[in-house]
Nanobody, 126 residues
């Protein structure tokens, strides 16, 4: 059974940095597309960053390009999201997920097959 679990959220000031981690079990990171979504209060969940299982290409939402970097450690079966120059509008619950369509500009599409983590809160505020 596929399982993903996030950690690393917290409170940070605007302009600061955070690194989120996602521990994967029940599968290897090469098996499926894997990445991050987020959901802010009163907004729909949106795709943030992902890594294609086909060739390792990374895709990012336009709103985070140049600030967020997704990476993975296959040996540890871990996924990371390095978030720099954080803005108040980045405040959201961040979810790790696997097995979804992964495309540029945050065009990510989940399905009934998608496995989700429980989410971790990121708050950017002074």
């Amino acid at each position: 059974q596929r399982h993903v679990a996030e950690s690393g959220g917290g409170l940070v000031q605007p302009g600061g940095s955070l690194r989120l981690s996602c521990a994967a079990s029940g599968f290897t990171l090469d098996d499926y597309n894997i990445g991050w979504f987020r959901q802010a209060p009163w907004k729909e969940r949106e795709g943030v960053s992902c890594i294609s299982s086909r060739d390792g290409t990374t895709y990012n939402a336009d709103s985070v390009k140049g600030r967020f970097t997704i990476s993975r450690d296959n040996a540890k079966n871990m996924l990371y999201l390095q978030m720099n120059n954080l803005k108040p509008e980045d405040t959201a619950v961040y979810y790790c997920a696997t097995d979804f369509h992964c495309g540029d500009g945050g065009n990510f599409y989940s399905s009934i097959e998608t496995a989700w983590g429980q989410g971790t809160q990121v708050t950017v505020s002074s």
